[in-house]
């Protein structure tokens, strides 16, 4: 199964994107993970897209293309994959659907996330990631043990630099303004399902199952 998750910052994409690849046994590509990578190894892309990411603005479609194709023509996607954060605008999406359709793989489904705005605030300014191993926590709904420090492995807990307030709200205005639309680019070609992105992480998973047996898997 070829997916796709669309959602505002916040909706949950990684993490029901993550549970998805389990459940379908297909690999799980995060255009921000990769992003991310790219700047923690200070390669030459990592370089170009650091300063836009801490301001909350969209990488160069053709820096983030090419990576997201390269990553997409492995093997490993061959027989599926859950995509999330890409595309994020329509010249990305004609992009995509180009180079899946060159490949004869094209998406069988595009779900969409649904949350409300303060939802989504609450969710991002109140997460923290552990700057050892990476695990995700939350201070109020997914405090770790001991404040500041990852239960996992007692590394510190880090907040992103773009999941500060005035940051989280210009990724919402670039989310609405440039990646909404892509909602009626998919509703046109009757892919996309929306989902309410809302409540727990279970309670998410479940309709997103739903979603996906209805069409048959
Ligand atoms: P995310 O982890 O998906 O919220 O992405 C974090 C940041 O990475 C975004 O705010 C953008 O700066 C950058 N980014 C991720 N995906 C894309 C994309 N498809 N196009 C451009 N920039 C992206």
Redesign the pocket.
């Known amino acids: 199964m070829n997916l796709l998750l669309i959602g505002p910052?916040g909706a949950g994409?990684?993490t029901q994107a993550a549970r998805l690849k389990e459940m379908l046994g297909v690999p799980h590509l995060?255009?921000?993970?990769m992003?991310?990578d790219e700047v923690k190894r200070a390669t030459p892309l990592g370089r170009a897209?650091r300063e836009?990411?801490d301001?909350?603005?969209?990488?160069?479609?053709d820096?983030?293309g090419e990576m997201?194709e390269q990553r997409l023509s492995g093997p490993e996607c061959s027989r599926g994959f859950v995509l999330?954060?890409?595309?994020?605008?329509l010249v990305?999406a004609d992009r995509l659907a180009g180079f899946l359709a060159r490949w004869g793989r094209p998406l069988d489904r595009v779900l969409a996330l649904r949350v409300p705005v303060e939802e989504l605030l609450r969710r991002i300014t109140g997460r923290r990631v552990c700057g050892g191993c990476g695990a995700a926590y939350h201070l109020t709904s997914r405090p770790p043990g001991r404040e500041g420090v990852c239960d996992a492995c007692s590394g510190a807990l880090l907040q992103r630099k773009?999941d500060r307030e005035e940051v989280v709200r210009e990724?919402l205005r670039?989310y609405e303004d440039q990646t909404r639309p892509l909602l009626d680019f998919y509703g046109r070609s009757r892919l996309l399902a929306e989902v309410d992105g809302s409540g727990s992480l279970d309670e998410v998973t479940g309709r997103i199952s739903a979603v996906l047996e209805e069409a048959g898997r």
Not at 55 to 61: S, T
């Open positions: 910052p994409k990684g995060s255009a921000g993970d992003l991310r897209a836009g990411m301001r909350g603005e969209l990488v160069p479609d820096l983030v997201v999330d954060g890409y595309p994020r605008n990305q773009d990724r670039v």
